[in-house]
């Protein structure tokens, strides 16, 4: 039960973003979380806390008229109170013009059970290709 149950979060995590679900994203999230982008965007990996996060990507995806971020093949590996989910993705972002910016790549979540089930802790986006001008 806990692989789907771990599946399940970060299956939400994608759902709730391209739905703009602002507020059901805090229940994805622990209190900080490492986001490592840098494969896309350079820099550093960051840890902020989920409200930190949802200010960004409200920004972020509020600059396409939609998106749709795709995960699977997902494995997960449980150990304990903790929990490593890796899954590959695709995910589209559409501009208000028609065209579009779709990359694909691996995730890699870091996960905590908590009380009222998993949570993430640290999210890792390679990216392995792109295609269109983001």
């Known amino acids: 039960?806990?692989?789907l149950d771990v599946i399940d979060t970060c299956n939400r995590m994608a759902w709730y973003a391209d739905r703009r679900g602002w507020d059901a994203l805090t229940d994805v999230f622990a209190d900080k979380v490492t986001l490592d982008y840098t494969s896309l965007n350079g820099g550093e990996p960051v840890t902020l806390t989920p409200?930190?996060?949802?200010?960004?990507?409200?920004?972020?995806?509020?600059?396409?008229?939609?998106?749709?971020?795709?995960?699977g093949s997902h494995l997960v590996a449980v150990d304990g109170d903790g929990a490593v989910c890796t899954a590959t993705f695709q995910a589209t972002?559409?501009?208000?013009?028609?065209?579009?910016?779709?990359?694909?790549?691996?995730y890699r979540f870091d996960?905590?059970?908590?009380?009222?089930?998993?949570?993430?802790t640290g999210v890792v986006m390679t990216t392995v290709w792109s295609d269109g001008e983001r």
């Open 93 to 106: 972002h559409l501009k208000s013009d028609g065209s579009r910016w779709t990359l694909g790549g691996d």
């Open 1 to 3: 039960m806990d692989r």
């Open 51 to 71: 409200a930190q996060i949802i200010k960004g990507w409200r920004a972020g995806l509020g600059a396409y008229d939609a998106t749709q971020h795709l995960l």
């Open 111 to 120: 996960l905590a059970r908590a009380a009222v089930g998993w949570r993430i």
